[in-house]
């Protein structure tokens, strides 16, 4: 392709909590707006019931909040390569499976790019995280296979796959000046990748970049689970989390953990869980706690809550301190969170990341000094902790920012130009 031609086939970063899609054209910037202007759209499903349709991304949160009677699905590509992408969910007593639920999402990605390019995309480069699936090589393949076979469903003819970290180096080396070893960090929604590649002005336009790439790795462990810990920490405590029944057994923890998970929030509303409720109810020593949650489940709040813990966590990469506001679960109900208990609440996911960059750094067979350069992309890289926790390994490395939501949207764009032209 030259530098000229419009590319063929698009990028699509396909994310747990945002995705974008990109197509390089002469002189026009690289990620297409996909929903009133803003290059993200939300990976948000809402099914409004009263309206009987399915609105996406900022729409879907909106109509949500409003308080339309429907069903809000969010962290969809955490159904990938888990034990639910062949289950299926009721949507207004139809039965819907998780793989349609990914259909649908996907399939408007593909919609908004065409009319925003005006043009059909029948080729498209995928990001897909290091793993999938931590440790589990057949599950993370099929992952795989299925984004896939759902790509082609929605009208894709020839699909291919590039690490998302990969993809964000390419973004960044078509703006340095020299060679350097880079560490790519991307923290995003559902994973946290890195790679350590080595890139240069003279070798960005190499098709074959397998050399370049130093190591790679990778855990399941982002953004999703930064709130779920800040919710467990946070606001679950105020519903009942942890409080003791009568026999001093704590109470039954399933429930807040399905509410601090964003693609589980639903579980918590079935008629089963409300009939367990109430017999557990019977022997709570602190049955105000109790009646919280149940305020909660009735008007099904859980998603709202998720919305204000994860700006709770947003707040907290930049203040010292932050309110969770719990109003409409009970008047004045709330909690005052600080940085100090949110990176005590995530000190084991931090950790776990720390390691992982460790091991990666002495796959490589380098050393910390040489390093040059630490990039950061994806949503979740801002939280300071695991700054300081990557800082701590490599304290010579200069940091640069990338794009946190547009980096690997970008370089799948890039990566999409080089193999179909």
Same mark, same amino acid.
Not at 111 to 139: I, K, L, M, T
Not at 238 to 255: C, D, K, T
Not at 269 to 280: A, F, P
């Given at each position: ?105 996907? /399939?408007?990605?593909? =919609? @908004? ?5 005006? &043009? #059909?995309?029948?080729? +498209?480069?995928? %990001? ?69 590649? /080595?890139?240069?002005? =003279? @070798? ?5 970049? &397998? #050399?370049?790439?130093? +190591?790679?790795? %990778? ?86 809550? +998720? ?89 010579? +490395? ?24």
């Amino acid at each position: 392709m030259t530098t000229m031609t419009q590319a063929r086939a698009c990028g699509i970063d396909f994310g747990t909590s945002n995705s974008t899609v990109g197509w390089l054209r002469p002189g026009m910037e690289t990620l297409l707006p996909l929903e009133d202007g803003h290059i993200t759209l939300p990976s948000v499903v809402f099914f409004n019931y009263e309206e009987e349709g399915c609105s996406f991304g900022r729409r879907a949160l909106g109509e949500y909040l409003d308080g339309y009677e429907g069903r809000l699905m969010r962290s969809l590509k955490s159904l990938l390569g888990s034990n639910l992408i062949d289950a299926q969910t009721e949507i207004q007593g139809r039965a819907l499976p998780f793989r349609e639920l990914l259909t649908v999402f996907i /399939r408007s990605l593909k =919609e @908004r790019a065409e009319a925003q390019g005006g &043009r #059909d995309f029948s080729q +498209a480069v995928f %990001g897909r995280p290091v793993y999938f699936v931590d440790d589990n090589p057949e599950r993370d393949s099929q992952a795989e296979d299925t984004l896939r076979a759902i790509a082609m469903q929605v009208g894709f003819k020839d699909v291919s796959f590039q690490f998302e970290p990969i993809a964000a180096a390419f973004d960044y080396e078509s703006r340095i000046a020299r060679e350097e070893k880079v560490l790519i960090v991307d923290i995003g929604g559902g994973t946290s990748d890195f790679s350590l590649v /080595r890139l240069a002005p =003279e @070798r960005r336009h190499l098709d074959d970049r &397998r #050399d370049d790439i130093l +190591a790679n790795g %990778g855990i399941h462990i982002g953004g999703t689970d930064f709130d779920k810990q800040l919710s467990l920490a946070g606001a679950m405590p105020l519903l009942g989390y942890r409080s003791r029944l009568r026999n001093n057994a704590e109470m039954p923890s399933g429930y807040y953990f399905n509410l601090a998970t964003w693609h589980t929030i639903n579980f918590a509303y079935t008629r089963k869980v409300w009939m367990e409720l109430q017999d557990v109810y019977r022997d709570a020593r602190e049955p105000e706690k109790v009646d919280r949650l149940f305020s909660l489940i009735r008007q099904k709040l859980g998603h709202r809550l +998720a919305i204000e813990v994860e700006q709770a966590k947003i707040a907290l990469s930049s203040c010292d301190s932050t309110r969770l506001e719990l109003d409409d679960v009970e008047t004045g109900l709330g909690a005052d969170i600080d940085r100090a208990s949110f990176e005590e609440a995530i000190l084991g996911l931090t950790g776990q990341v720390e390691l992982t960059v460790r091991r990666l750094i002495a796959d490589a067979g380098l050393s910390a000094t040489g390093i040059d350069t630490v990039f950061f992309t994806g949503g979740s890289s801002g939280v300071p902790l695991l700054r300081q926790r990557i800082a701590d390994i490599l304290p010579g +490395a200069r940091h640069v920012e990338g794009n946190l939501f547009g980096s690997i949207g970008s370089g799948l764009a890039i990566e999409a130009a080089r193999r179909y032209g």
